[in-house]
């Protein structure tokens, strides 16, 4: 575990490169037919590009995607687990069992890429984050490379006829791979906010332990093993032990006067 104070310029960063890189390459699924008759056979296809939707070359390694599966009214549609290449794109053919509404979700497995000094400076500066660009510069860091974690995820919806389409919307399991935990540090500043939206604030409302604990265990369920929680309060336990986290970081941010200090923990998710 340290406690340094490149916390914040380095959450910075690593939000920019969860979610940047697929800006710049977004990642999508089509459908060769977008009315596909009960039993005939259609191809998903899965690709990348720059401009939507003008596609590029989409390299895949093996075991490239970790979740493929469509979703219907009442149950999941049994897909092929082989895709092929048809141009750019990687392609499965599927049939849909009958008509109604369907939901395609894929998930890319996660992958690791190193970037070149010059390229992520760049990539930096075109993308606005100065401030991450200063940091990097003050400590000293400009001429070293950078890693990268990224996966990629999309969803497909498909209706081919009448049905119901309430599933479209429900949460499909999709596992993230950084939560941020960020609640009202105390039951003031939990009364502020209720107020602040025309609520009533009850004094169950305010039992802030209570609060924590509820939305940690939300948050528990959406992360992916080895993925990064970041908590932000007046306590350094964070997730803690009891749902599995070790400490990473720790960072004081101190506010001057009499203000308390905001205390930045950053663990990992066994």
Same mark, same amino acid.
């Given at each position: 575990m340290t406690i340094r104070?490149?916390?914040?310029?380095?959450?910075?960063?690593?939000?920019?490169?969860?979610?940047?890189?697929?800006?710049?390459?977004?990642?999508?699924?089509?459908?060769?037919?977008?009315?596909?008759?009960?039993?005939?056979?259609?191809g998903i296809s899965a690709?990348?590009?720059?401009?939507?939707?003008?596609?590029?070359?989409?390299?895949? *390694?093996?075991?490239?995607?970790?979740?493929?599966?469509?979703?219907? *009214?009442?149950?999941?549609?049994?897909?092929?687990?082989?895709?092929?290449?048809?141009?750019?794109?990687?392609?499965?053919?599927?049939?849909? *069992?009958?008509?109604?509404?369907?939901?395609?979700?894929?998930?890319?497995?996660?992958?690791?890429?190193?970037?070149?000094?010059?390229?992520?400076?760049?990539?930096?500066?075109?993308?606005?984050?100065?401030?991450?660009?200063?940091?990097?510069?003050?400590?000293?860091?400009?001429?070293?490379?950078?890693?990268?974690?990224?996966?990629?995820?999309?969803?497909?919806?498909?209706?081919?006829?009448?049905?119901?389409?309430?599933?479209?919307?429900?949460?499909?399991?999709?596992?993230?791979?950084?939560?941020?935990?960020?609640?009202?540090?105390?039951?003031?500043?939990?009364?502020?906010?209720?107020?602040?939206?025309?609520?009533?604030?009850?004094?169950?409302?305010?039992?802030?332990?209570?609060?924590?604990?509820?939305?940690?265990?939300?948050?528990?369920?959406?992360?992916? *093993?080895?993925?990064?929680?970041?908590?932000f309060g007046w306590s350094?336990?964070?997730?803690?032990?009891?749902?599995?986290?070790?400490?990473?970081?720790?960072?004081?941010?101190?506010?001057?006067?009499?203000?308390?200090?905001?205390?930045?923990?950053?663990?990992?998710?066994?």
């Open positions: 104070s490149g916390f914040l310029a380095a959450t910075v960063v690593a939000l920019a490169l969860a979610t940047a890189h697929l800006s710049a390459h977004d990642f999508w699924l089509g459908a060769s037919n977008w009315t596909p008759d009960p039993g005939t056979p259609f690709g990348v590009g720059e401009h939507f939707p003008k596609r590029e070359d989409f390299k895949t *390694p093996a075991n490239w995607f970790d979740d493929w599966r469509i979703i219907g *009214p009442s149950a999941v549609v049994p897909v092929p687990k082989v895709f092929e290449r048809r141009e750019l794109a990687m392609v499965a053919d599927v049939t849909l *069992p009958a008509t109604g509404a369907f939901l395609a979700v894929m998930r890319v497995a996660p992958r690791i890429i190193e970037m070149k000094a010059d390229e992520f400076n760049d990539y930096l500066r075109e993308e606005g984050l100065t401030d991450a660009l200063a940091e990097r510069r003050a400590a000293g860091e400009s001429d070293r490379p950078a890693k990268e974690r990224y996966s990629r995820y999309a969803k497909l919806a498909i209706r081919n006829g009448e049905g119901s389409a309430a599933h479209l919307t429900r949460a499909v399991g999709v596992k993230a791979e950084l939560v941020l935990f960020d609640p009202p540090y105390s039951p003031r500043q939990i009364t502020e906010v209720y107020q602040s939206i025309g609520r009533a604030v009850t004094t169950a409302d305010t039992q802030s332990a209570v609060l924590y604990d509820r939305v940690r265990r939300a948050a528990d369920r959406l992360l992916a *093993p080895g993925g990064i929680a970041l908590s350094s336990a964070g997730f803690g032990k009891r749902y599995g986290y070790t400490t990473v970081e720790i960072m004081l941010v101190a506010h001057g006067g009499a203000h308390n200090d905001t205390i930045c923990v950053a663990q990992r998710k066994r």
